[in-house]
Nanobody
Framework: QVQLVEFGGGSVQAGGSLRLSCAAS????????MGWFRQAPGKEREFVAA????????RYANSVKGRGIMSRDNDKNTVYLQMNSLKLEDTAIYYC?????????????????WGQGTQVTVSS
């Protein structure tokens, strides 16, 4: 069935950058909205970014605006999250998600499929 696999996480210094990737299979990738969420210890899972099927509409959480860039490559069935100027509070497990639909992109309950997550740790 549907599989979403994240990679690219790791440990970085505050102020640094990284790029996460999510490879999707088992779905017609170009027909799905794709998103990134994250969950820090003791916190609820929160919306980070999402992009539409053709990437003509991309949304970002206020916490990453100006620092995060989401993109997708429909030929590779892959989405990316470039994170710049990383802060300590960016430390979290980052999850890839997929859904059909256009509304309520920032609501966890609106998403149909989830990856297992990849850890991002930002240190001072």
């Amino acid at each position: 069935q549907v599989q979403l696999v994240e990679f690219g996480g790791g440990s970085v210094q505050a102020g640094g950058s990284l790029r996460l990737s999510c490879a999707a299979s088992g779905l017609t990738f170009s027909r799905y909205t794709m998103g990134w969420f994250r969950q820090a210890p003791g916190k609820e899972r929160e919306f980070v970014a999402a992009t539409s099927r053709t990437a003509d509409n991309t949304r970002y959480a206020n916490s990453v605006k100006g620092r995060g860039i989401m993109s997708r490559d429909n030929d590779k069935n892959t989405v990316y999250l470039q994170m710049n100027s990383l802060k300590l509070e960016d430390t979290a497990i980052y999850y890839c998600a997929a859904r059909q639909g256009l509304m309520d992109w920032d609501r966890v309950s609106s998403w149909d499929y989830w990856g297992q997550g990849t850890q991002v740790t930002v240190s001072s």
